[in-house]
């Protein structure tokens, strides 16, 4: 029979998922759950328990003593849907490509509402992520006087 740890550890594995994000689905603070995965919590909160075993789409009484199926019965329903989080933006990139557009609407005396000034931002960055560049020329800005102006 798996250990509670083990419980743990083959449930977060299945699910494709970080401690951290488990805790905040569950709504369990991190040093809880890293007390259950270390094995020093023996006996963790009911409640705490069932929100975990309820994100992870497992059974409660499986993972919290090992008895019966794992996958309880009508789990679809009741399993929290995961989408793992987007790729990390280049910062510096993206810092970049918040100065070259900010300088081209000063230099061009342009005033636009902050939602088309993001618009702008945001392509200029995803042309240069998407050819893998890590710099912004002026290249990558001059296409955006078309969009302002136009």
């Known amino acids: 029979m798996l250990t509670l740890v083990e419980r743990l550890q083959v449930s977060l594995k299945a699910k494709g998922m970080s401690r951290r994000r488990l805790a905040q689905l569950a709504e369990v603070h991190p040093n809880t759950l890293n007390g259950w995965f270390s094995g020093k919590t023996e006996n963790p909160q009911t409640g705490q328990m069932k929100a975990v075993a309820r994100v992870l789409g497992v059974n409660y009484e499986w993972l919290a003593a090992g008895m019966g199926d794992q996958t309880p019965a009508g789990a679809a329903e009741n399993v929290i849907p995961y989408t793992a989080p987007p790729p990390a933006l280049d910062l510096a990139l993206m810092e970049s490509s918040m100065?070259?557009?900010?300088?081209?609407?000063?230099?061009?005396?342009?005033?636009?509402?902050?939602?088309?000034?993001?618009?702008?931002?945001?392509?200029?960055?995803?042309?240069?992520?998407?050819?893998?560049?890590?710099?912004?020329?002026?290249?990558?800005?001059?296409?955006?006087?078309?969009?302002?102006?136009?």
Not at 99 to 108: N, Y
Not at 134 to 144: F, G, K, N, R, Y
């Open 99 to 150: 100065l070259a557009v900010l300088q081209l609407l000063h230099q061009r005396r342009l005033k636009l509402s902050p939602e088309r000034t993001v618009a702008g931002i945001m392509a200029v960055y995803e042309a240069a992520k998407g050819q893998g560049r890590s710099e912004i020329t002026e290249a990558d800005v001059t296409p955006l006087v078309r969009l302002f102006v136009g």
